[in-house]
T-cell receptor, first 110, second 112 residues
Framework: DVKVTQSSRYLVKRTGEKVFLECVQD?????MFWYRQDPGLGLRLIYF???????EKGDIPEGYSVSREKKERFSLILESASTNQTSMYLC?????????FGQGTRLTVV | GESVGLHLPTLSVQEGDNSIINCAYS??????FIWYKQESGKGPQFIID?????DKRQGQRVTVLLNKTVKHLSLQIAATQPGDSAVYFC???????????FGSGTKLNVKP
């Protein structure tokens, strides 16, 4: 079975903290993605990576960075968390076509 | 960015009826489309896909229709069941970019 695993289901962080969201896939996929999901706005692409150490900005990269040191792991970093980054974060991986999603991390910044 | 939108944010249907969820996309170069289902507290799950060289594809109780002329995608669910209650997203994939753009989602409520 295909597996995309996000390290946390729920996180609560304070404003200004550095936050790491981890995602691991076991399908040997080249492409990995980070999205955030907000009511009425759907899924918006933050960053994606098509190979180890490669990254591309998505539509809303401001306030985020990513790291892809190994093929199976794609990390999303909030350098200094702010309350407007409270959201559901979804990681996905794909090879050529269909994207498989993790279960999501609900992050609350207080 | 690209826009992929859904016409109805919420759809309520009676159990046993057929459901139709619609989606408009804006990029005529998109060549691959997916419908995802997202249940409460879970990540999106693949339902069915279709490539731009097709106009219809059927799965188990689901059918996707693609009208490239008007850039419209629809998901039909036959004999809707309570377990179909979820938010449904369409996504488009643009060649060479290899990333997905999603609509805002339609919530499907199935009334018993």
């Amino acid at each position: 079975d295909v597996k995309v695993t996000q390290s946390s289901r729920y996180l609560v962080k304070r404003t200004g903290e550095k936050v790491f969201l981890e995602c691991v896939q076991d399908m040997d996929h080249e492409n990995m993605f980070w999205y955030r999901q907000d009511p009425g706005l759907g899924l918006r692409l933050i960053y994606f990576s098509y190979d180890v150490k490669m990254k591309e900005k998505g539509d809303i990269p401001e306030g985020y960075s990513v790291s892809r040191e190994k093929k199976e792991r794609f990390s999303l970093i909030l350098e200094s968390a702010s309350t407007n980054q409270t959201s559901m974060y979804l990681c996905a991986s794909s090879f050529l076509s269909e994207a498989f999603f993790g279960q999501g991390t609900r992050l609350t910044v207080v | 960015g690209e826009s992929v939108g859904l016409h109805l944010p919420t759809l309520s249907v009676q159990e046993g009826d057929n459901s139709i969820i619609n989606c408009a996309y804006s990029n005529s170069a998109s060549d691959y489309f997916i419908w995802y289902k997202q249940e409460s507290g879970k990540g999106p799950q693949f339902i069915i896909d279709i490539r731009s060289n097709m106009d219809k594809r059927q799965g188990q109780r689901v059918t996707v229709l693609l009208n490239k002329t008007v850039k419209h995608l629809s998901l039909q669910i036959a004999a809707t069941q309570p377990g179909d209650s979820a938010v449904y997203f369409c996504a488009e994939n643009i060649p060479h970019f290899n990333k997905f753009y999603f609509g805002s989602g339609t919530k499907l409520n199935v009334k018993p």
